[in-house]
């Protein structure tokens, strides 16, 4: 029963982390980059949970329900008052209220959308919210260097990735094997404390990988939009449809 259990309790341990996150960004706290150093060890949290169901085979609708739950709050509110906690705060309510809300709102709807509708082999349809929250989790951490502007923008884009179609890249079948199990809570115990002793460093560093597997879904949308791309898909259909047509003959 207790084996049943485990993937839970990681999917719990992520709900908590964004709880913390949320509470490290309150004025008398005020330590955002801690802050954005829980956001992505709540990842960590989340990548494991789903590969130790599959190592135990302790999959359950509960399981599924609950992580995307805690979800909601660890990489949508959590990273969204973040960002607005270092950022949005000196600008207009309007817009800074907007888009602080917009962001978990598209990320309960991407979830909600992933629990019903079939996705494609090895694909995610939409930028997954754990890497959405990630980058503006991360991101926050260089509201000094970059404009409000840009901030708002990325905050805003990242939003509309998630609830798009835009196809990324699914690592979650990359499993654990069952006998490596016991590796899972050294890994976790050892980025723990790398995130508590370089919360800064560590993020921004993070920061990179992240934003390019948000950035491939761009790229992607802006291939499938151009009109050269499109001439070539349709003239490659048309000699692979001359070809079959050759076969049959």
Known sequence: MFTKSIPSLFTVANLFLG?????LVFPENAKPEIA???VIIAMLMDGVDGRVARALNAQSEFGKELDSLSDVISFGVAPAFIMYSVAFQQLNPAPAWIITALFPICGAL???RFNVVSGMPGYFIGLPIPAAGGVVATLALFHKEIPISVLLTSTLVLSLLMV??????????IGIPKNAIW?????VVISVVLGIVFPDQLSK???IPLVLYALYGLKKNVER???GRKK???????????????HSA
């Not at 798009?164 to 079948?173: A, E, G, L, Q, R």
């Not at 590796?183 to 890994?187: H, K, W």
């Open 225 to 227: 939009r151009l009109p």
């Open 205 to 207: 560093i993070l920061f």
């Open 164 to 173: 798009s179609t835009i196809k990324y890249p699914n690592f979650k079948k």
């Open 36 to 38: 954005a150093m829980m």
């Open 232 to 246: 070539r898909k349709r003239r490659k259909e048309l000699q692979e449809e001359g070809v079959q047509s050759e």
């Open 110 to 112: 991407r979830l909600a």
């Open 183 to 187: 590796v899972v809570p050294l890994i």
């Open 19 to 23: 709880i913390v996150a949320i509470i």
